[in-house]
């Protein structure tokens, strides 16, 4: 049978307990996968709740040297020159065209201080942590939990407590203007932005550099849900408790397994139906 014309595939992708282990932050288990993408070819977009510090380490340990989203659609950092046509972009920075969704980490800081002290709620963000209290609250070393700590559009948080303490603390931060969302194991506080909007954006430029595209979302918590809704074949892997997020949206797969195992899995399904 003739091969139908190929629209080009680009993947979307979560890091924390999707690619990337929720424990050990290991991608061994989905290695084999990564080479076969590099091979072909096919774009891998990390979008993650991640700062761009800690994304390069891991785009320069893969191979992935394409545009990426970092805190939660906080801002897409697009290689210089990806793109060989006009667009909108906020500003260039060490090599990268920025687009800015998101509103500066200080402002969130600053609000998020006057909560604390309406709320009388003693939450803590990464910004209060050494690097020692955040490796050892993340189980990442040391220089990790410092690229952790670079955060420039969204403040992580432990929030911990009594339901009731927790919900005055979310109402509080809606409140004062912003949006949170949880990632499975931390909330992140942020400005209007969220991984769908500039998962969005991306497509767009993929469409112009590519054509006809079919694009793919892979996660595992409700702050991936936004991009899920924004491709065309959104994917789920499992949870730290062995369910899936509870998630409507149409045509969602569901993938057996958590982290990389899943991660792999959903990609070598895909890459088999699409015969690339
Ligand atoms: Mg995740």
Redesign the pocket.
Known sequence: MEKQHQSELVIFT?????LLDRVTYSYNKAITSVKHLLQKEIPVIFCSSKTRAEQEVYRRELGFFHPFIVENGGAIFIPEGYFQFKFDYNRIQDGYQMIELGIAYSEIRRILEQIRSDVKVDFRGFGDMSDREVAADTGLDLEAARRAKEREYAETLKLEGTPDEVSRTLGAIKEAGLNYVF??RYYSIMGPNDKGRATKILINLFQRKLGHLKTVGI???P??LPMLLAVDIPVLVQGPEGGWEEADIPHLRRVEGIGPEAWARAVEEIILVHDI
């Open positions: 979560d890091l924390d307990g999707t990632g499975g996660g595992d918590s702050n991936d």
